[in-house]
C-alpha cells in the first residue's frame, strides 16, 4: 500500500522535473509563452516549497532535484517546447491526482489544488499549440 | 527505474528499499476514514425515527453534483441548439458532463432514479457568441467549486472521481475565455 507520504514524494519529484522542464523550453517560446512559462514555473516552485514543508511536518525525507532530467522528445522547435510544457503538467496533474484518496480534509483540498492547476495549466498549453479539444473528460488519468 | 510522473530521471533513483519509510499515521487515519465511510451508511440507511422500516433510505450525498452535472449539460445542450457556430468548441465539453454523470450515478446508492432530476428543460438562451460563452463559463466556475467542496467532504474511495470532475470543470472554464 503506498501512503500520503509516498504519494507526496511522488508528487514533488513531478514538481522539481516540471521546474526543470520550464526551465529548458521558455526559450523557445514566443512573448506571450515566455510570460506563461514564467508564471507555471513560479507556480511548480511555491508548489515545491509547500511540499517540503507538508513532508516534514510528515518526517518524511523529500526526494532532491536531479541536475538534469531526460526529455520525452527532442526540444527543437516552438511546437516542442508547447507539447512538453502540457507533457509535464499531465504528469504533476497525474502525481497530484494520485495522491487525493490518501489525503484528507484541507490536505486533501491542497492536493486537488496541485492537480486542478496542473490540469488548467496544461489544457491553456495544449489551447496554445492549437490541439483540440483541449480539455480531456479525466485529467491526469493514463488511459481514456 | 521509476518514472517521477512528468519526465523521466537520470540520476539516482531514491525510492529504492531503505529509501522513505512508510508513514503508520497517514495508514491509519486513511483505514479510519474508510471504517467510519462504511459504518455510517448502515446505520443511515437503517433510521426509522421520522417513518416505517419501509421508509427510503435517505439520497446518496452526491446527488446534489449529479443534479448539477445535468444542469450543465441542459445548458450546454440550449448553447448548442442555439449557435451552431460553437458545435466544436462545446460539445467535447458537454460530452464530458454526460459522462461524468453516467461516472456518478454508477457509485450511488441508492440508485439514483431518472425522475429526481426534473431537468429544468433549459432556459432558451438567447444573445449573441460572447454572451453564451461568458454565462458557460460562469456555470463551469461555480459549477467546479461546487465539486471541490464535494471532493473534500467526500469519501476516500470516491475522491479521486469526485476530484476529476472538479479538476475537469476548472479546465471548461480555461477554455470558455
Known amino acids: 500500500m503506498t501512503t500520503l507520504a509516498e504519494r507526496l514524494q511522488t508528487a514533488l519529484a513531478a514538481e522539481h522535473s516540471a521546474i526543470y522542464a520550464y526551465g529548458r523550453l521558455g526559450v523557445l517560446l514566443d512573448k506571450a509563452g515566455q510570460k506563461e512559462a514564467r508564471t507555471g514555473e513560479e507556480a511548480h516552485r511555491a508548489r515545491r516549497d509547500a511540499l517540503l514543508l507538508r513532508l516534514a511536518e510528515l518526517k518524511a525525507e523529500a526526494p532532491v532535484a536531479e541536475p538534469g532530467y531526460a526529455l520525452p522528445f527532442p526540444l527543437a522547435d516552438r511546437a516542442a517546447a508547447l507539447k512538453l510544457a502540457a507533457y509535464v503538467e499531465d504528469g504533476v496533474a497525474a502525481s497530484w491526482r494520485a495522491a487525493l484518496a490518501d489525503a484528507e480534509g484541507e490536505l486533501r483540498r491542497q492536493v486537488l489544488t496541485g492537480y486542478t492547476d496542473a490540469a488548467v495549466r496544461a489544457t491553456r498549453w495544449r489551447r496554445r499549440a492549437g490541439v483540440a479539444p483541449a480539455t480531456v473528460p479525466y485529467p491526469g488519468r493514463k488511459a481514456q | ?177
Not at chain 2, 41 to 50: Q, V
Not at chain 2, 55 to 83: E, F, K, Q, R
Not at chain 2, 104 to 123: N, Q, T, V, W
Open chain 2, 1 to 177: 527505474m521509476r518514472k517521477t510522473g512528468a519526465v523521466r530521471t537520470r540520476a539516482n533513483d531514491h525510492s529504492g528499499p531503505g529509501g522513505f519509510r512508510p508513514n503508520r499515521r497517514g495508514l491509519l487515519r486513511a483505514g479510519a476514514a474508510a471504517a467510519v465511510a462504511g459504518v455510517a451508511a448502515p446505520a443511515l440507511a437503517g433510521c426509522d425515527l421520522f417513518g416505517g422500516p419501509d421508509a427510503p433510505p435517505p439520497p446518496d450525498a452526491l446527488t446534489g453534483l449529479l443534479a448539477g452535472t445535468h444542469a450543465l449539460v441542459a445548458s450546454y445542450d440550449a448553447a448548442l441548439a442555439a449557435d451552431t457556430t460553437l458545435t466544436a468548441l462545446l460539445t467535447p465539453l458537454r460530452d464530458t458532463h454526460k459522462a461524468h454523470a453516467a461516472a456518478l450515478e454508477a457509485i450511488m446508492s441508492p440508485k439514483p432514479s431518472p425522475s429526481s432530476f426534473s431537468l429544468p428543460s433549459a432556459a432558451p438562451v438567447d444573445g449573441d457568441r460572447k454572451k453564451i460563452l461568458a454565462t458557460l463559463r460562469t456555470a463551469e466556475a461555480s459549477a467546479a467549486k461546487q465539486a471541490a467542496e464535494a471532493c473534500v467532504s467526500t469519501t476516500t474511495v470516491r475522491a479521486v472521481l469526485v476530484g476529476e470532475i472538479a479538476a475537469a470543470r476548472a479546465t471548461h472554464v480555461e477554455v470558455l475565455a
